[in-house]
Structures are given as structure tokens and as C-alpha cells.
């Protein structure tokens, strides 16, 4: 392709009405406005989600509440999006040539939106922009706080940023095309775009940044040990370890996915049924033992565990429950197995192309940042059990774990 848009391929119908720059920045606009939802909802129930991460508490009754301060960036970010957005179908009018013509557009308001987050603008939660800026920086290359610095804020930051890594690479290759004089970031999406291995690299970058958080809590809890002489209320840190290989399960999944789109039987030395199936293989595990943590160690409910039925609490759940109904949470067990089992798609016959299409990939995004969502209310609502309760005798979880409180 040499970058003239009336030899480029014809696009599909969803890239010329959201090519890539917008859908990517329409999922982390998305995001911003759930995280308010997460922040109004739980506030609703009595769960103090700043008091959780150690942000400030509001000095004065005048200040607008947490939420409404992340509605307020949000509203401020949608408006331009939409108005773009509106402006560049009034422009291209669905013709290919013209939607890759008119990159400057959607490339400027994730400019806007960069801007957004950094700028001094006093009426948009500056405090609080800066301090995600801040998270983000300090976890960039997997640090982690203590505990009373916010441990727990930079946990749920990284965790988030693993939902948003098919997004981050989607970035880079829209800033690769942005820039490159063979391709515009509007046209047909070249995930190759700086090298085969360039895409799965950024993708593997949130797994990278929590297997080394949970590193750092191991040694934390060794040196801990080493001082005190023994083995102290966390246990030894094996827990951390077994959080660590969770992330570690992630990146056989995105070398091999990697290796099957530049599929090369001379470099790879395996047929292409076989590597699928060593895909398949490392995906299932994935999948299965993320869903397992997130049900039994992040919302420390027993559905795995002996105690599951308890006289003391409903199936499978916990004796201490914030939300209202025990229906929510088996929803959310549910949506959140259905989510974590969206690979599934590849092996039906009708769908193995699914997540090939520009379409198809755009939804995995935001389902994948939709079960985030549900995951974050009941991740905090634990942490708040955690520290409002403590651990109990006949509390639930992994029965035969020890120390789980003290996990992230």
C-alpha cells in the first residue's frame, strides 16, 4: 500500500462509520463514565471506595461528591467526542476514501483527550486527574504502594489497564499508521504495523506490570518474615506467587495468537492445526484459572470451596453481603465465566472469523471492559469486608487457604 487512499482496500462498513482511533477512544470514554457509576453506586450502599484507595476526603459539604467530579471529566471528554464524531460522518459520508482522507480528526480529539488529563483545568477534579496521572506513573513499570499509601488503588488501576490491553495496542497501531507515510489510521488496521511482535508486546505490558506487583508483595511478605523471624500473619507468600503465575498463563496466550495471524511453517517448525491446539490449550488454562481467582480469592466467595454450603451464608457466596439481593452476585458469577470464555467464539464453525472482524474485535473490547466493571464492585465490596470485619472463623473463601485477607 503506498498510502494513497484511493488504491487502499475497500473498507468494511463499521471502519468507515468508527475507524480505530474513535472506537479507541470512545471504550476509555466508556470507562471513565463506569468508574462514576462504580464510584455513585457503591457510595450508595455505604462503601467508601477513597477511603479504600487513600484518596482525600472531601474538606467541605460544598465540594461535589467523587462521582460526580469523574461524571465531570467525563462529560467533558464525551461532548467533543460526540462532536467529532458527528463532524466526520458529515464529512466522509461512509466513503472509504474520504474516511481515510479525514484522519486529522479523530486523531485530534485523542489529542483533546490527552490534554483532557493533564491540563490545569480547575473545574475538572484537577486533584484527582493528577492523581491517576500519578498511579499510572508510579505502576507504569509495575510499582506498587503500601498499604497505607494506596496499595489497593494501584492494584485496581493495573488490573483495569489488563482489561484495556487489546485497547493500548490498538492505540499504538493507530499512532504507527498516524505516522507512517504506507497507511492512514483511518484505513484498514495493519496490526503488524512495527513489526510482528510489536502489537503483543504493548498487549502483554498490564500482565507484565501486575506478575510484577505480585512479585513485590512475595517479597514483602518474605522480608517481613525474615525480621520477625517466622512466618507472620501473611502466611509466607505463596498466594502472591499463585497470583503472579495468573498473569504469567497470559503471555503463552498472546505469543501463540501472535504466531497463528503471521502463521510461517518455516519458522515455526509446527502445522497449523497443532498450533492452534497449543493455543487452545494455554487459553483454556488462562480463562479458567482467572475465573477461579476472581470468584474465590478477588470476591472471596466459597463456590469452590468445602464450605460452600454453609448454613451460615447462601450457596457459594459469603455470610457478609453488601448488595441487596444474593441474585446479583450469581449473575455476576455467570457473566463473568460467559466473558471470560469469549475465546469460544474461534471454535465454532459460524464465528471462527469473528474475532477477525473489525466489528467483532471492537465488541470483545468492550465486553472485556464491561465484565471489568461488574468485576470492580464486587473486588471493592470484598475489600471493604476485608477491612470493616476481618477474617472470621467461619467466614468462607478457599477453605483451605490461609490468610486471605491479606491478599490483592
Not at 507515510?181 to 503488524?192: A, C, F, K, M, Q
Not at 457466596?317 to 466473558?339: K, S
Request: hydrophobic letters at 45%.
Amino acid at each position: 500500500m503506498d498510502g494513497n487512499p484511493a488504491v487502499e482496500p475497500e473498507l468494511d462498513l463499521f471502519s468507515r462509520i468508527l475507524p480505530l482511533p474513535y472506537r479507541v477512544a470512545l471504550i476509555i470514554v466508556l470507562g471513565i463514565w463506569a468508574w462514576g457509576l462504580n464510584l455513585q453506586y457503591l457510595s450508595l450502599i455505604k462503601i467508601d471506595v477513597p477511603a479504600l484507595i487513600r484518596y482525600p476526603s472531601r474538606t467541605s459539604p460544598t465540594h461535589p461528591s467523587h462521582h460526580l467530579s469523574c461524571y465531570r471529566v467525563a462529560t467533558f471528554l464525551t461532548i467533543p467526542l460526540i462532536a467529532s464524531l458527528l463532524f466526520f460522518w458529515a464529512i466522509t459520508r461512509g466513503n472509504s476514501t474520504s474516511v481515510q482522507r479525514w484522519e486529522i480528526l479523530p486523531n485530534f480529539y485523542l489529542l483533546v483527550l490527552v490534554v483532557g488529563f493533564v491540563a490545569p483545568i480547575p473545574f475538572l477534579s484537577r486533584a484527582g486527574r493528577f492523581r491517576t496521572l500519578a498511579i499510572l506513573k508510579r505502576i507504569s513499570i509495575g510499582g506498587l504502594a503500601e498499604a497505607q499509601d494506596g496499595k489497593f488503588g494501584d492494584i485496581l488501576m493495573a488490573d483495569a489497564l489488563t482489561s484495556y490491553a487489546k485497547v493500548l495496542g490498538d492505540l499504538f497501531v493507530a499512532f504507527c499508521m498516524f505516522l507512517s507515510s504506507e497507511h492512514s489510521s483511518t484505513g484498514r488496521p495493519d496490526r503488524g504495523c512495527g513489526g510482528q511482535f510489536m502489537v503483543p508486546f504493548i498487549i502483554s505490558i498490564p500482565s507484565l506490570i501486575r506478575l510484577r506487583q505480585c512479585l513485590i508483595e512475595y517479597f514483602r511478605v518474605r522480608k517481613g518474615n525474615k525480621h520477625t523471624g517466622g512466618v507472620g500473619s501473611s502466611g509466607w507468600g505463596g498466594q502472591h506467587l499463585a497470583n503472579a503465575l495468573k498473569y504469567a498463563s497470559a503471555f503463552p496466550v498472546i505469543i501463540l495468537s501472535a504466531l497463528q495471524r503471521g502463521y510461517d511453517p518455516k519458522k515455526i517448525g509446527m502445522t497449523e492445526a497443532g498450533l492452534f491446539r497449543l493455543w487452545l490449550f494455554f487459553v483454556f488454562v488462562n480463562s479458567f484459572y482467572s475465573f477461579y481467582w476472581d470468584i474465590a480469592r478477588d470476591w472471596d466467595l466459597s463456590l469452590f470451596s468445602s464450605t460452600r454450603k454453609s448454613p451460615e451464608h447462601p450457596y457459594g457466596l459469603r455470610r457478609h453481603l453488601y448488595f441487596h439481593t444474593t441474585e446479583i452476585y450469581y449473575a455476576a458469577i455467570a457473566i463473568d465465566l460467559l466473558l471470560r470464555c469469549t475465546w469460544s467464539f474461534k471454535l465454532s464453525p459460524h464465528l471462527d472469523h469473528f474475532n477477525d472482524l473489525e466489528g467483532g474485535i471492537f465488541l470483545m473490547e468492550a465486553l472485556e471492559v464491561f465484565r471489568r466493571w461488574i468485576w470492580i464492585f464486587f473486588r471493592v465490596e470484598t475489600e471493604w469486608v476485608r477491612n470493616n470485619r476481618g477474617p472470621l472463623p467461619d467466614d468462607i473463601l478457599l477453605g483451605e487457604m490461609s490468610n486471605r485477607y491479606d491478599e490483592d
